[in-house]
């Protein structure tokens, strides 16, 4: 069975391990823990625990549980004083307070959902993410970078305070690898948050294992405003030390009605510019066409465009199996 790593955090890893868990594959996941806004950013702040926003995403997209516990995990509290909380997050932060070690409290998480799968933190330093722009400005915590749509100067410099030190479990899993598959997500947020953790970088770059990436289907504000695919390219290979060995850029038109609604923060479709002689690109439809429901308690801003879990396991199965 081929084992697959992925890395992420968040909604495109959530979509990538939907898709995955229906084949036949061994899968891990290993988990951004930079995440300071919203329900997490609070409990971290309140509690001092580590954020579980990123991990509950991704014990849920591999959980094979009763649809209670599924609903449960992604409830969002509306009223009262856990306005805006989610009950997933509130869960495993009790579990962190209760458990001998923070294995035991993912272990007791996996466990209750039945995930079928790895989910590793890619550390369990509590850590926060900084970026320099080109203009010499300085922003520290992911939320703020997330949020900071006015930004138009690109990053210059991403880093963690203080560095980390990785999980020899998510070491492991990379260097036992097959495929590492990375994205879609925030570039900056999402995914270089896990390469900037001491060792991660290095065990990828003297791996064996195939690299894919998955495009992002729209540009972010704040993070890489005006970015064609070269440009996530580049900044990706940057901080992971060597090429991707697939690319898989979505094809398909986007609806102007989905597009017009990106216009308030200048997002764009990101234009694909790579060549065929540079990198083995899979191009096709991969675009989920249904609407995405944002809850009412929910102020953070979240895109409305998203990745098809089952398109995008179908191309990464068919990388797989070649």
Known sequence: MK?????????????????????????SVVVSMTDSGGS???????????????????????SDAPLL???????????????????????????????????????????????KGKVIPVTLDKLHLSVEYSNGKKV????LIDENHNETSRIKKAYLTPEGKANPKAVKSLEKADFIVI??????????????????????????????FIMNLMTKSGQTSAYKASDYVNDLERYLGRKPDYILINDAPISEEVLSQYTKFS??????????????LIKGDMIDNRPVKKNSADVLYRSILRH?????????????NV
């Open 308 to 320: 098809d879990s089952k398109k995008v396991a179908s191309f990464i199965d068919k990388i797989v």
């Open 40 to 62: 997490t950013g609070k409990l971290r702040d309140q509690l001092g625990v580590l954020p579980p926003g990123d991990l509950r995403q991704c014990l849920l997209a591999l």
């Open 140 to 143: 520290t915590g992911e939320v």
């Open 267 to 280: 997002e764009e479709k990101v234009i694909d510019d790579l060549k065929e002689d540079d990198y083995r």
């Open 3 to 27: 084992k697959i790593t992925v890395i992420g955090g968040g909604t495109g890893s959530f979509v990538v391990l939907s898709g995955l868990k229906k084949y036949p594959l061994d899968i």
């Open 69 to 115: 516990w599924r609903k449960l995990f992604l409830y969002r509290f509306e009223s009262g004083d856990f306005k805006g909380h989610n009950f997933g997050n509130i869960f495993l932060a009790a579990l962190e307070k209760v458990s001998k070690s923070y294995d035991e409290a993912i272990d007791t998480a996996t466990y209750v959902l039945k995930t």
């Open 183 to 212: 994205g879609p997500g925030d570039l900056y947020t999402s995914i270089i948050p896990v390469l900037l953790v001491d060792r991660i970088s290095v065990t990828i770059s003297q791996s064996k294992a195939k690299i894919i």
